[in-house]
Nanobody
């Protein structure tokens, strides 16, 4: 069991930046690959970014590639999402999640993640 708590969301103008944090507690954080997902009103939850348990490799949705950076600090049991050059279409509730296996297979599939945070709202104004 692992508990996840996101923070860092808020209201920002287009072109601005935010850094989201996800603090984990419970079972060993470094055992889990981690992902960030987002859900806009009326839309399905979608993949944003993935980081391996070691931090050794990452994957991004095409829509955020080059603007967002995922990282992790296993000593602090925290995963981050640095979001730059924000656009109004980035507005959503952002969730961090812990993947149930260390393999990279299914990294963008919500069903492969067994633990979820409560989400943090990000609103980008035009």
């Amino acid at each position: 069991q692992v508990q996840l708590v996101e923070s860092g969301g808020g209201l920002v103008q287009a072109g601005g930046s935010l850094r989201l944090s996800c603090a984990a507690s419970g079972r060993t954080f470094s055992s889990y690959a981690m992902g960030w997902f987002r859900q806009a009103p009326g839309k399905e939850r979608e993949f944003v970014a993935y980081i391996a348990w070691s931090g050794g490799y990452t994957y991004y949705a095409d829509s955020v590639k080059g603007r967002f950076t995922i990282s992790r600090d296993n000593a602090e049991s925290t995963v981050y999402l640095q979001m730059n050059s924000l656009k109004p279409e980035d507005t959503a509730v952002y969730y961090c999640a812990a993947k149930t296996s260390r393999t990279v297979a299914g990294y963008s599939d919500t069903g492969r993640y067994g633990y979820w945070g409560q989400g943090t709202q990000v609103t980008v104004s035009s």
